[in-house]
């Protein structure tokens, strides 16, 4: 069967009709304005963060509290941010604050009603980072085999709390990383459980291509840039001083012409993803030692909001669908695992309940 898109003004964007996502993304791109910023209201955006706020993560939330949730909705999203240099008009933990706040608002909305999503705070708060970024102050570099086991680890903690359906909010180029952690944690344990990463931002890629539009971005995306300064100044502005934004030319090619490499977003569909490949331009540092690759000043909180609605919509629909198959204490088992399912039921029930035992007391199996 053939696959069908909806189509817009522009060829290069398009969506795909028939599925959630794709009929998502066609409602955000069509809706006015006002919309927009209906759909935002109703996720509590923009507002405070609330990685300090009592109730808001597992881990400012008494445990009585945590489980009656976890009752209904055993879905929890897990966000991956960073310390990283972002420009002198940006705070350093800008991709760890718009992961959590992006988050933070799928909670609020799910809040509303009555089947409220569980938030962990993030597994990275200084994260991994492509050879680009070496040398850059302020930028934290941690080293790719830690960042794996942070991720086997800590999803292997959340398995025996309880959280078996797991979504990973990256906001950060450390997704290698953060995908062989998954795969790790699965062939070592071989526990039946959802995990799934998601690239917010190349998830709704499409709302970051430039267009003509009144809202749209007039730049691509590609870091502390336009874009990506747009979207803290509408999530957390207060952490912005828009004087000293600066311009820069992009990446300074060392060879192959433009064509190859695409962006952050992957807007362009181009043959590379821009971590794919490492010498073909020089370091940030010697390239870019702004801190920024593209044009700051043209950053609006106005042009961020159409891509920040399609973000948390997906979000929420990717919690909405994992629970509409598999309801709070369901996983799937069938086809899932190496392990024989009955050996598993003990482990499998409600952390601290009768009868149920701890994942760390597991005997390994398979090869890894």
């Known amino acids: 069967m053939t696959a069908k898109y909806h189509s817009t003004e522009y060829p290069n964007i398009f969506f795909e009709a028939g599925t959630g996502p794709g009929e998502l993304k066609k409602r955000i791109w069509e809706a006015s304005e006002e919309e927009i910023d209906k759909i935002l209201a109703d996720y509590g955006i923009p507002s405070p963060s609330e990685l300090g706020k009592p109730g808001s993560y597992i881990q400012t939330t008494p445990q009585h509290y945590v489980l ?10 897990l966000p991956m941010g960073c310390t990283e240099l972002h420009g002198a008009h940006s705070p350093l933990g800008q991709d760890t604050f718009q992961v959590t706040q992006l988050c933070e608002a799928v909670r609020r909305r799910t809040a509303k009603e009555g089947c409220e999503v569980s938030l962990a705070f993030p597994a990275y708060l ?3 980072h492509p ?16 960042l794996i086991e942070i991720v086997v680890g800590t999803l292997l903690g959340l398995w025996n709390a309880g959280w078996r359906k797991v979504i990973l909010v990256n906001n950060h180029a450390q997704k290698d990383q953060i995908e062989l952690g998954i795969q790790l944690f699965f062939k070592r344990y071989q526990l039946p459980a959802i995990v799934s990463l998601v690239e917010w931002h190349v998830a709704v890629r499409e709302f970051f291509v430039p267009t003509d539009r009144p ?12 874009a990506e300064t747009s979207v803290g100044l509408l999530m957390f502005p207060e952490m912005f001083d828009m004087k000293y934004a600066v311009d820069t030319t992009g990446v300074k090619q060392l060879t192959l012409k433009d064509g190859h490499y695409d962006d952050s977003v992957m807007s362009m569909r181009r043959p590379h993803h821009f971590a794919e490949g490492q010498g073909h ?15 700051a000043t043209l950053a609006e909180a106005r042009k961020a909001k159409r891509a920040i609605a399609a973000a948390v919509e997906y979000i929420k629909l990717m919690v909405d ?13 069938d086809g899932s695992t190496f392990r024989n ?9 409600e952390p601290g309940s009768e009868g149920w ?3 760390y007391d597991l005997p390994r199996v398979g090869a890894f």
Request: hydrophobic fraction near 35%; proline fraction near 6%; charged fraction near 30%.
């Open 215 to 226: 809202d749209s971005f007039q730049t691509n995306f590609i870091h502390a840039d336009e």
């Open 321 to 333: 669908e994992i629970l509409e198959d598999y309801p709070a204490g369901k996983v799937p088992l």
């Open 126 to 128: 200084y994260g991994g």
């Open 357 to 359: 035992r701890s994942v």
């Open 68 to 77: 009656e949730r976890q009752r209904k909705n055993d879905v929890l999203l």
């Open 131 to 146: 050879w680009n970024h070496v040398g850059m102050p302020g930028t934290v570099m941690l080293d790719d085999h830690v």
């Open 341 to 349: 399912v009955e050996d598993l039921e003990p482990y499998l029930r």
């Open 281 to 295: 331009n020089k370091l940030e540092w010697f390239g870019t030692p702004e801190g920024v690759v593209g044009r």
